[in-house]
């Protein structure tokens, strides 16, 4: 391997039974696992044996998500395997940053459930949707975005731009899309979320964020808000990022220009490796069940 970063995954690969094998084989991971079920109750049923309905809904997707990042990058230490820098996709970036040591795995689980109470409060406020438009370039999206009523809010690799908006829009503007020699995809997820129908969450998630203890962070996170390393006020960065784009693409770009070559997708799927084989195939870029192919 050569500089490594780990990168966490968003909703969208949860599925039933994630994390069980490495509660079974790993203490590290178990011992994480542990402590978000007498936090949350329930939640090691959910990650092992609930249904794939269970798990899309946010307020599930979320802490479920983050119990088994958290499980696996214990894992990972537990063999040895370190990162220089740390990212997340969205709820990603949660995990990171309390990989990281910005937050104790308690106050960050804490952190992560209010967060996926606030998204899906604000995801049933409105009848909304997701797509990934694929095969355009980013600035006919945004325009199509602008045409259609609808936001662009996940810039994730060349061709690849996820867009969030009222529910009734998608089907025009997937004409649209479809006119112009690309495809929208729907996502796996029940909300408009990273666009401004999230504001309140923001908000709402801005005020748990202050009550929380901050920690000085040992590695180097990078920002979806801005795709830089973490400066200034981190709450800032965490609360704004629920209703603003995910500038995932520059972020990686970001990381390989300071030298980063091997990244270790953190998650129970492969979403955010493939989207870095798109933007940079020179680099390694692998899941965490496939760490010894990195």
């Known amino acids: 391997m050569g500089r490594v970063a780990f990168v966490f995954s968003g909703q969208g690969d949860q599925f039933p039974g994630m994390g069980r094998a490495l509660y079974e084989t790993s203490p590290a991971a178990a011992a994480v696992f542990d402590t978000c079920e007498a936090l949350r109750p329930g939640t090691l049923e959910q990650c092992f044996h609930g249904s794939a309905e269970a798990l899309k809904q946010t307020e599930n997707t979320q802490p479920c998500l983050f119990a088994m990042e958290l499980a696996a990058f214990a894992a990972l230490g537990e063999r040895g395997i370190a990162p220089e820098a740390l990212a997340g996709f969205s709820l990603g970036e949660v995990a990171a940053a309390t990989a ?142 629920i209703c603003s784009p995910v500038r995932w693409e520059e972020i990686i770009r970001n990381l390989i220009a300071e030298g980063f070559d091997t990244f270790i997708e953190v998650g129970p799927g492969r979403t955010l490796t493939n989207m870095i084989a798109k933007i940079d195939s020179a680099v390694s870029a692998c899941p965490v069940s496939e760490v010894a192919s990195c």
């Open 100 to 241: 990281a040591g910005l937050f104790t795995l308690e106050t960050g689980f804490h952190l992560v459930c209010r967060r996926g109470k606030l998204m899906q409060a604000a995801a049933e406020a409105r009848d909304t949707a997701m797509a990934a438009v694929v095969k355009l370039p980013n600035n006919q999206v945004e325009a199509l975005c602008a045409e259609y009523g609808v936001y662009p809010v996940n810039y994730n690799c060349p061709g690849q731009v996820s867009v969030s908006g009222l529910a009734e829009k998608m089907p025009p503007f997937s004409q649209a899309v479809r006119a112009a020699g690309g495809r929208a995809i729907p996502l796996k997820v029940k909300g408009a979320f990273h666009s401004p129908y999230m504001a309140e969450a923001a908000e709402k998630f801005a005020e748990a964020l202050k009550t929380a203890e901050v920690l000085e962070h040992t590695v180097p996170i990078y920002s979806d808000l801005t795709a830089k390393p973490y400066t200034g006020d981190v709450r800032a960065l965490l609360a704004k990022q």
